[in-house]
């Protein structure tokens, strides 16, 4: 059984029961308490009515008006009692008097004998004083009464609290269990018996989801990887299968050796790649602040001889002292990747204007530009949009890692891009 359900289940019920107990008790009492007054002020207009002017000695009054009696003289001095049980009291006389001038007329006082209480009403006529009594039980004797059948339903309710537990593992649980093990390898949507249980089987659906989503990328990444890398891997063994079996003429063997280097490079380029992409996710490294305008001109500057090669003209618009919290090898690989894309994919004579303002990084390119169908997958691992895996051709790596490092640190990417006449990214560092 388990004593998490039992005990919550316990302590719901004896609090129930306790509560139950107090509360009937002290309506018992007021009842009792309220009907003993009633009693009493009918018993006294009786005495008024009919007795007041006569003799009548307390015993006979007691009998008569089935109440106990208590005369006192003008001095408050007991004249005659109807039994001694119910002799004014001298603890009780200040509370006499006082029920008198007030004019209350009805007060409680404690027995002699443990236990007992009595409800009493008094009035003065002439300068005797009349107080009627009835016995009553205390507070505490009706909240012992009801010990024995408080201990009874105490054990009623471990019993039932045994009961429901039991219930509660079994029926509950057991189709909790059965929807966990349902859920475990099944790959279709799984549906919850009851409409209780249908937050959890939705929890569980999302989480499956997550994972076959997770899964797929997974595949269609090793796949991908080794689709790319299956074409450096095929030249590299078709050459070296050439130099080593000795056929390859003497004249063509520099050439190979070539074709080897350049594919080894490729091939070493892509696994850089692959392992940046896969380590962003496990980087927890602490952001710290970097100057970005600063940054910025240091990667430019790098890029300065392939620019001239190309003989792209480069317009740096940075404004000084643009700080945002990062870390260099983070910034540095965005810009790497952006500025190297828009060489890369730029006409003869080009232009790249690199922007920097207020947390705002703008790298625009007059290049060939992307249409907006391919647009929407640029982003995605190993996407390239020639195909041709020609001599230049990149991984599809750069820009699925720039987008990767702005979700986590919260920036938001944008692309423009019209077709032939250029392409500008975005990226905003405010969060
Ligand atoms: P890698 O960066 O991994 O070496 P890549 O440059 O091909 O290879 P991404 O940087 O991810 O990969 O870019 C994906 C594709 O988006 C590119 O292949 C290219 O077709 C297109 N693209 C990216 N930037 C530009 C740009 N500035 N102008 C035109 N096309 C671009
Ligand atoms: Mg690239």
């Known amino acids: 059984m388990n004593k998490r359900i039992f005990l919550p289940i316990l302590l719901v019920m004896l609090f129930v029961l306790l509560f139950y107990a107090l509360?009937?008790?002290?309506?018992l009492y007021s009842q009792n308490e309220g009907d003993a007054s009633e009693d009493l002020r009918k018993s006294m207009q009786t005495y008024k009515d009919n007795y007041s002017a006569t003799d009548i000695s307390a015993a006979e009054l007691s009998s008569y008006l089935d109440v106990e009696v208590?005369?006192?003289?003008?001095?408050?001095?007991?004249?005659?009692?109807?039994?001694?049980?119910?002799?004014?009291?001298?603890?009780?006389?200040?509370?006499l008097k006082n029920t008198l001038t007030n004019g209350t007329r009805i007060y409680i006082s404690d027995s002699t004998e443990k236990g007992r209480s009595y409800v009493n009403i008094c009035e003065k006529f002439g300068d005797k004083t009349v107080r009627l009594s009835l016995e009553i039980f205390s507070r505490a004797k009706v909240y012992l009464s009801m010990l024995p059948a408080l201990i009874i339903y105490v054990c009623i309710g471990v019993l039932l609290s045994l009961i429901l537990s039991w219930i509660v593992t079994s029926f509950v649980i057991r189709h909790v269990k059965e929807l966990a093990i349902n859920a475990i390898g099944n790959d279709k949507h799984i549906n919850a018996k009851f409409v209780e249980l249908k937050p959890i089987a939705d929890v569980i659906n999302l989480k499956n989801e997550h994972v076959r989503n997770a899964q797929k990328s997974k595949d269609e990444f090793i796949s991908n990887v080794t689709h790319e890398m299956n074409t450096p891997l095929t030249s590299i063994h078709g050459f070296a299968e050439l130099i080593a079996s000795g056929d390859l003429p003497a004249s063509k063997i520099k050439a190979a050796g070539k074709t080897i280097e350049a594919q080894s490079e490729r091939l070493s380029a892509m696994i850089k790649q692959i392992l940046n992409y896969s380590a962003i996710d496990d980087d927890m490294l602490t952001p710290y602040d970097v100057d970005l305008s600063k940054l910025t001109n240091e990667v430019l500057d790098n890029f300065e001889p392939v620019l001239k090669d190309k003989n792209i003209t480069l317009v740096r618009d940075i404004q000084d002292g643009v700080h945002i919290m990062s870390r260099h090898e983070r910034v540095t690989e965005i810009l790497d990747n952006l500025v190297s894309n828009a060489i890369k994919y730029n006409k003869q004579n080009g232009k790249i204007t690199v922007t920097v303002k207020d947390a705002l990084l703008v790298v625009d390119d007059t290049g060939i530009g992307i249409s907006q169908d391919e647009l929407k997958h640029i982003f995605s691992r190993f996407y390239t949009v020639d195909k041709s895996h020609g001599e230049n051709m990149g991984f599809g790596l750069g820009l699925p890692i720039v987008k990767k490092l702005c979700d986590k640190s919260g920036w938001k990417l944008y692309v423009d891009s019209t077709l032939g006449e250029g392409t500008t990214f975005r990226i905003d560092f405010s969060q």
Do not use: A, P, Q, W
């Open 23 to 27: 509360t009937s008790s002290e309506v």
């Open 70 to 95: 208590c005369y006192l003289d003008g001095d408050f001095n007991v004249m005659d009692v109807s039994s001694e049980r119910y002799r004014v009291t001298d603890k009780e006389l200040s509370t």
